[in-house]
């Protein structure tokens, strides 16, 4: 199989490998390291950091980069971009499949700044059977968004890539690259990875495999399925709207206030994941030092001016225009002041249900 997928992947100077830490994508890096190594060619692998990957999977990523040093990418959401700063700040409602605005602030935005003045062929592990997307715009090699794009996985099944991988491990041990092993028991419940707090996905199959990795998980695990959900219901309180598919805009005041004290408290869960001695905080992106205001996100979210954040992101060409809710910020941290212990025990107590699972 190796070498029939070798041959599909055209030759280039450089191979830049779209990598997610799943199954696909470690494939689809393995194969362009292997490509390079037999025909030449530079491979850099570029990694989206939306701030809010489930640890063991964040962690597994890291071990990547250690192997890869200057070749790997990371690119993260500066404030205005993250979920936190949409829900809070801008009042956005929890993503759906009709309005999905996490997607295009937590990763194609911060991918496509990266890749502006990074030539090369765009490596991606996309297969047709994922979705009805993916059999529509993409194929073995692809032109979109001005950049040539090859698919070498497209025609695989999910089964096909893992006996690919099996095939690739001997390469794989040769390079030292980190042990597969490690990402079969990421997917030792059949797990499918996102963000942590997706609202997008009915399942969140990801979560099922953290026990593979950390003895005491339980409580991480109540309060993310009680997260996902309070977020969901979150959508009920907006402000009524004149046009539009909807008639319900922005979250209101209260809406955002209490996402506030939600997001506070998950900073405030404490436990890590350890993989490999690579460790990661439940909910690392809150604690990250975001690189306009300098401080950690949570923390930006209760002191920085956003308006002022929001203008220097727009310099930088993250966003087009300020939010005109950003006025809203000091009511809306007063609020959360005065709604945090409601909110906390509520989701600690892991009793709220919603169609939203793991």
Excluded at 157 to 177: D, R
Excluded at 223 to 241: C, G, M, N, Q
Aim: proline share 4%.
């Amino acid at each position: 199989m190796i070498e029939k997928l070798l041959d599909k992947l055209p030759k280039a100077e450089r191979y830049v490998v779209a990598y997610s830490g799943g199954k696909d994508s470690t494939a689809a890096l393995l194969l362009a390291l292997l490509k390079a190594e037999r025909e030449g060619g530079e491979v850099v692998a570029v990694f989206n950091d939306t701030l809010a990957e489930l640890p063991h999977m964040r962690a597994w990523v890291r071990l990547v980069e250690n192997f890869m040093g200057s070749n790997m990418i990371v690119t993260k959401p500066p404030e205005p971009l993250t979920f936190w700063w949409g829900t809070v700040m801008r009042g956005y409602p929890a993503p759906n499949f009709k309005f999905r605005w996490c997607t295009k602030y937590l990763k194609a935005v911060p991918t496509k700044i990266a890749l502006k003045d990074l030539e090369g062929l765009l490596v991606t592990g996309s297969r047709r059977e994922e979705s009805a997307y993916r059999r529509a715009k993409v194929s073995q090699v692809f032109e979109e968004d001005g950049l040539t794009k090859a698919a070498p996985l497209y025609d695989l099944s999910e089964a096909e890539v893992w006996k690919l991988l099996g095939e690739l491990e001997p390469y794989a041990e040769k390079l030292g690259f980190p042990d597969l092993k490690l990402l079969k028991r990421l997917y030792s419940k059949g797990s499918r990875f996102g963000c942590w707090f997706c609202t997008v996905a009915r399942e969140q199959r990801g979560l099922a495999s953290l026990g593979a990795f950390a003895d005491d998980y339980r409580l991480a695990e109540s309060f993310i399925i009680s997260f996902r959900a309070f977020l969901w219901d979150l959508r009920k309180e907006r402000v009524p709207k004149s046009s539009g598919y909807s008639r319900l805009g922005s979250l209101s005041v209260r809406a955002r206030a209490k996402a506030l004290a939600a997001f506070k408290a998950a900073s405030e869960v404490e436990g890590w994941v350890e993989v490999e001695g690579e460790r990661v905080e439940l909910f690392y992106g809150l604690h990250e030092e975001g690189y306009i205001t300098g401080l950690r996100h949570v923390d930006a979210l209760y002191k920085a001016d956003p308006r002022v954040v929001e203008e220097r992101a727009k310099a930088m060409g993250f966003i087009r225009k300020i939010s005109e809710r950003t006025a809203e910020a000091e009511e809306v941290r007063e609020l959360a002041a005065q709604l945090y212990d409601e909110v906390k025990e509520e989701l600690l107590s892991g009793g709220r249900a919603s169609y939203l699972s793991y």
